[in-house]
């Protein structure tokens, strides 16, 4: 089946400094992935659209300077939060739109904590 | 108004109860349905999806769709403690919307 491999499942970093999020693709090629973002207790929030080869799309109220993605092969996108601060802790989650088959396909995952 | 409004619970029922959980959506451009499950600081996982209305049974589970009423259900028969988790609703026409979950204990 379909698997998406996100990394680091958890980081913790200091204010200031900048963390990257990477998402694969493990066993199919993925034109387009997307970022998430989940508060405890809340839904997923959609925060970019990441296509291979092209500029990402960011949701309204988006820092685009802040989180850079960014989709350089078709198994690989990656997400930096730049200048992490700690409203910035949260837990982020990637996907893949797997073409043919409905729904996306889920990471694990990143704990991010920031100090 | 929301796009897709699903009680968040929590929702907690005894061992072999037939649980069920619900959304309703505004938007009747979505024509994709689905049912994530979520364990606790994990990425959901696709359960179940259903084209247009009607039903779909897979195991345990059975996915419900009506779209004349923009309401959708997810009913769990024979519920486990493994079946604790939250579940997301999700919907798709040209972009993908979410429930904010339910989250669901079942008790031993």
């Known amino acids: 089946g379909a698997v998406v491999s996100q990394h680091p499942s958890w980081v913790i970093c200091k204010s200031g400094t900048s963390v990257k999020i990477e998402c694969r693709s493990l066993?199919?090629?993925?034109?387009?992935m997307f970022w998430y973002r989940q508060f405890p207790k809340q839904s997923l929030m959609l925060m970019a659209t990441?296509?291979?080869?092209?500029?990402?799309?960011?949701e309204q109220g988006v820092e685009k300077d802040k989180f850079l993605i960014n989709h350089a092969s078709l198994t690989l996108s990656t997400l930096t939060v730049t200048s992490a601060h700690p409203e910035d802790s949260s837990f982020y989650i990637c996907s893949a739109d797997r073409q043919g088959l409905y729904g996306y396909t889920f990471g694990s995952g990143t704990r991010l904590t920031v100090v | 108004q929301k796009e897709v409004e699903q009680d968040p619970g929590p929702l907690s029922v005894p061992e072999g109860a037939i649980v069920s959980l619900n959304c309703t959506y505004s938007?009747?451009?979505?024509?994709?349905f689905m049912w994530y499950r979520q364990y606790s600081r994990k990425g959901p996982e696709l359960l179940m999806y259903?084209?247009?209305?009607g039903n779909k049974e897979d195991g345990r589970f059975t996915a419900q769709v009506d779209k004349s009423s923009k309401y959708i259900s997810l009913f769990i028969r024979d519920s486990q403690p493994s079946d604790s988790a939250t579940y997301l609703c999700?919907?798709?026409?040209?972009?993908?919307?979410f429930g904010a979950g339910t989250r669901l204990t079942v008790k031993p």
């Open positions: 066993d199919f090629q993925a034109t387009t």
């Open positions: 999700a919907m798709s026409g040209k972009d993908m919307r």
């Open positions: 259903t084209y247009s209305s």
């Open positions: 938007n009747s451009a979505f024509q994709y």
């Open positions: 990441s296509n291979e080869g092209s500029k990402a799309t960011y």
